[in-house]
Nanobody, 114 residues
Framework: QVQLVESGGGLVQAGGSLRLSCAAS????????MGWYRQAPGKQRELVAT??????NYADSVKGRFTISRDNTKKTVYLQMNSLAPEDTAVYYC?????????WGKGTPVTVSI
């Protein structure tokens, strides 16, 4: 069982930056593919970025602006978000995946104002 707790969301002006964190509990954290997803009002949840043991993957909409990273010793995954735009406004969810099993955090809201 894995529990995920996100933090770092908030209100930021367009062009600004935020750093999201996701702290995980449980064992074998380093073997999980960790991901960030987001869900804007009235829209479906979408992939933002994932990080596995040896690779990262980004949605086209965030490439060059967002960076996902992980610290396995702290069991934490981060999402550095730069050059934020109003269309990045959403609730951001942390995800842990391994062997077809998925865990989700409760989300942290990000609001980007003009």
């Amino acid at each position: 069982q894995v529990q995920l707790v996100e933090s770092g969301g908030g209100l930021v002006q367009a062009g600004g930056s935020l750093r999201l964190s996701c702290a995980a509990s449980g064992t074998f954290f380093s073997t999980y593919t960790m991901g960030w997803y987001r869900q804007a009002p009235g829209k479906q949840r979408e992939l933002v970025a994932t990080i596995s043991v040896d690779s990262t993957n980004y949605a086209d909409s965030v490439k060059g602006r967002f960076t996902i990273s992980r610290d396995n010793t702290k069991k934490t995954v981060y999402l550095q978000m730069n050059s934020l735009a109003p269309e990045d406004t959403a609730v951001y969810y942390c995800n842990a995946a391994r062997f077809g099993t998925y865990y989700w955090g409760k989300g942290t809201p990000v609001t980007v104002s003009i």
